[in-house]
């Protein structure tokens, strides 16, 4: 038994790519990469300024604090720094220090406003940093409810480390690198999302592939034969005949009428079956009808009742099968 040949044929087109879902991707890409990549830079750009920026007292002096408005704040113990120009009686400026090890130094804080009253320091805080050279823990809070002049006064045995007053420089700071970290991984995802989309090709235009050969459209095969056999046409159909109607079918049930089948009606369903008629009788022939007897002439002899139950004599036979039903003589 042969094979039929391979499909042959020429490789259909490939299909075009997506460049408006490709430019999407790698507009995604540069915006979420590059903005969040921004905005997480300046979060922590914010985070080193802010700690730079706080006020600062070293341990043994009474350093001068200016507030301009109402706020409250937090007060560090700063084990790593370096100080910066300060007011007061000290002469501290550009002295850098650093503490060793994890343990915070005790000191002791005194804050009064410009008329000499006191102003309560409270404990219980939660807040610290360490970037860029500086190293702090938050000790104290301080609410400051009219702005003007203060004097802080550090005292502790430690001189290795300093006081540092301000916000927490990790609020701003926290908020940018959270939203810049969420838009360049959203860039990033869907960037490459759209960017996937568009490098995969449309199908080609509509045609009908071999399934032996993907690459090439079906050929068209020339009529064969099998090997060893004749290669005879083959012999013409024979024409349509109509089919004659079936003839009806009678039964015939002894001792009873013949019943004909009923003719298949026109459309569906079936019809009942109904009795045939009787064949026309010969010519000259007396009607057909059941026999009947002569009236006997002369008075009927009526025998007289014997004692005893009587047999009842049968009907008489009809001479073409079946009975007769007795004639009733009560009606004369």
Known sequence: MSQPPPGVGAPLPKGKRRKGLMILGIILLVVGLGGGTATA????????????????????????????????????????????????????????????GDKLPKVSLTLVDSNGNEVTLDRGVNASYDVDGYKGTGIRTMKIEQPGTYRLDVESDDTDFAVAIGKDPKR?????????????????????????????????????????????????????????????????????????????????????????????????????????PPPPPPPGSPPSGPPTSPRPSGPIPVTPPSSGPQPIAPPPAHPAGGWVVPDDDTDD
């Open 172 to 276: 701003d700071s926290d908020r940018l690198l959270i939203i810049g970290g969420a838009a360049a991984l959203g860039g990033l995802i869907f960037g490459l999302l759209f960017l996937l989309l568009g490098l995969r090709r449309r199908p080609p235009d509509g045609s009908i592939v071999d399934i032996r050969n993907r690459v090439g459209p079906m050929p068209g095969w020339p009529p064969s034969t099998y090997p060893g056999l004749p290669s005879s046409p083959l012999p013409p159909a024979p024409a349509f005949q109509p089919v004659p109607p079936p003839v009806p079918t009678t039964i015939q049930v002894p001792g009873q009428p013949p019943i004909r089948m009923p003719d298949q009606p026109p459309g569906t369903g079936f019809a009942p079956p109904t009795f045939a």
């Open 41 to 100: 830079g300046k979060g922590l750009s914010n985070y080193k300024e802010a700690v730079k920026s706080l006020a600062r007292a070293p341990v043994g002096c009474t350093t001068t604090l200016v507030f301009d408005k109402p706020a409250t704040f937090t007060v560090y113990a700063e084990t790593k720094g370096k100080l910066g120009t300060l007011g007061g009686d000290c002469q501290a400026n550009g002295t850098t220090y650093s503490h060793p």
